[in-house]
């Protein structure tokens, strides 16, 4: 018998993998619009913010649908 992994537990992990992943990318964003940074554009910010979360959004639902490990792993990009 080989190794079972509960597929329920490792989406958990999974997810708390994608969001760390999410916030290493806000973090520079979130410098600019929480500081108020001079000469930097909010506009162009809150897009950048925005992309970031359509593309974690999207892994986020191919966690959410996957059935085994492999689908996991394919949709964390590892």
Not at 44 to 49: N, P, S, V
């Amino acid at each position: 018998m080989g190794i079972v992994i509960d597929v329920t537990k490792a989406k958990a992990i999974a997810h708390e993998m994608r969001r760390a992943k999410r916030e290493e990318e806000f973090a520079p964003l979130d410098a600019v619009i929480m500081k108020q940074i001079p000469g930097k554009d909010m506009t162009e910010a809150e897009a950048a913010r925005q992309a970031i979360r359509d593309k974690y959004a999207v892994i986020q639902q191919d966690i959410n649908a996957a059935q085994t490990p492999e689908e996991i792993k394919a949709a964390l990009g590892v």
